[in-house]
């Protein structure tokens, strides 16, 4: 990869998801936090742009776990990218199995988008934003549906932004100005 990179631009994604050890346990992850750090600093180290992939309303987690998930390619120092998605339950995963049985929701379409509007507040502005949606097989998707409609969710993210005067990174200009 390292020598593919001097040639051309070599981006690598790696699969965050979220940093909560049992989240992670719970939507077998398949590794511990430390594999994901250990793999972007060797990647950056050979400056090998990494983006990294979060997914917003995990079973279990709250607004508070999710900006923390949020918070961890800042420190890493470099300019950043980011996918942000949302959690969809497909059809034969344990998941599906645990969701019909009532076990945990989905966010519908608006809560969704309040959330991610937060999120990406809470975003250094120089982190670049690669996906604020998801793709699956829509004949396997369980929940949210509103999740195969992406234009919709994306029209709806932007007028919602609009609405709100809202940027990425106004949180941390906010926090920084009352400092």
């Not at 942000?84 to 059809?91: A, D, H, P, Q, R």
């Not at 996906?131 to 998707?141: A, S």
């Not at 509103?146 to 949180?171: I, P, T």
């Amino acid at each position: 990869m390292s020598r593919l990179n001097k040639q051309k631009p070599v981006w690598i994604e790696l699969g965050l998801q979220t940093i909560h050890e049992s989240t992670a346990r719970y939507i077998r992850r398949g590794y511990p936090l430390c594999v994901f750090d250990d793999a972007v600093k060797r990647l950056r180290k050979e400056n090998i742009e990494v983006i990294v992939h979060t997914i917003l309303g995990l079973p279990g987690e709250n607004t508070a776990d999710i900006l923390e998930t949020m918070e961890v390619p800042q420190p890493y120092g470099y300019s950043g990218n980011q996918n942000c998605s949302y959690f969809m339950c497909f059809v034969g995963t344990d998941l599906a199995a645990d969701y019909e049985k009532g076990l945990f929701q989905t966010y519908e379409r608006d809560e969704y988008i309040s959330l991610l509007i937060n999120c990406l507040e809470h975003l250094r502005p120089d982190i670049v934003i690669h996906r604020v949606t998801g793709d699956g097989p829509k004949d396997l998707l369980i929940a949210p549906l509103w999740a195969s409609r992406k234009r919709e969710v994306l029209n709806l993210l932007h007028h919602r932004m609009k609405e709100r005067a809202s940027f990425q990174g106004k949180a941390l200009e906010a926090l920084s100005r009352s400092q």
